[in-house]
């Protein structure tokens, strides 16, 4: 079936320092493909989104790129803040049938000032 | 632009009794609607989703249930709650070939 594995947390770097949240999909068709982020008590926001093959997807000094030959949409940021601390979750979803979402499992990142 | 209402935010409640948790969108119509929960230090697990009015699709076994009364309207039900249905419960929405929206979320504790 369609699933999305997430680097494992928790990931704690300094401030400044250089993310890169890795993630992968399988999938039966060609999904659109999403980072979100969740602060702590509130719910999920869009982060990025990329929806074909070589789309990069940018917000907030983030990125990533649709890699279609290595299945993979990986987060990166150049110089993260303390404020970027948060669990980030990779997603996929389909355009056919009921377009459901398919999380990750969520990669806690704590940014240390 | 499309909003989703969930409430209420937080709750606590005894092993056993009935639970409600609503969801109601505004700016947009037949959209699908999602339910998933969160269990503490895990991920996003979808429990139900629906393509349209009294049409739900449960995707794991489990003493919830969903129903789906009106076209923004998603309710989120249980006769009996066990203590391991806590967790933070997302309503979200998908109105077409676009990303998801998600509700602020319910925080529930089972006691």
């Known amino acids: 079936g369609d699933s999305v594995t997430q680097m494992e947390g928790p990931v704690t770097l300094s401030e400044e320092a250089f993310l890169t949240i890795n993630c992968t999909y399988t999938a039966t068709g060609y999904p659109s493909l999403f980072w979100y982020v969740q602060y702590p008590g509130e719910g999920l926001q869009l982060l990025l989104k990329a929806t074909k093959a070589d789309d990069k997807g940018s917000n907030k000094g983030f990125e990533a790129t649709y890699r279609k030959e290595t299945t993979s949409f990986h987060l990166e940021k150049g110089s993260v803040q303390v404020s970027d601390s948060a669990v980030y979750f990779c997603?996929?979803?389909?355009?056919?049938?009921?377009?459901?979402?398919?999380f990750g499992q969520g990669t806690r990142l704590t940014i240390n000032p | 632009s499309q909003t989703i209402h969930q409430w209420p935010a937080t709750l606590v409640q005894p092993v056993g009794s009935p639970l409600s948790l609503e969801c109601t969108v505004e700016?947009?119509?037949?959209?699908?609607l999602y339910w998933y929960r969160q269990a503490a230090g895990r991920g996003l697990q979808l429990l139900f989703y629906?393509?349209?009015?009294?049409?739900i699709s449960s995707e794991v076994p489990q003493n919830l249930s969903a129903s789906r009364p009106q076209d923004r309207q998603f309710i989120l039900s249980s006769k009996k709650l066990l203590l391991s249905d806590s967790g933070f419960y997302l309503c979200?929405?998908?109105?077409?070939?676009?990303?998801?929206?998600f509700g602020q979320g319910t925080r529930l504790t089972v006691v």
């Open positions: 997603a996929l979803a389909l355009l056919q049938g009921a377009q459901k979402l398919v």
């Open positions: 979200g929405l998908r109105p077409d070939n676009t990303e998801a929206f």
């Open positions: 629906s393509v349209g009015i009294g049409q």
């Open positions: 700016g947009t119509s037949n959209p699908n």
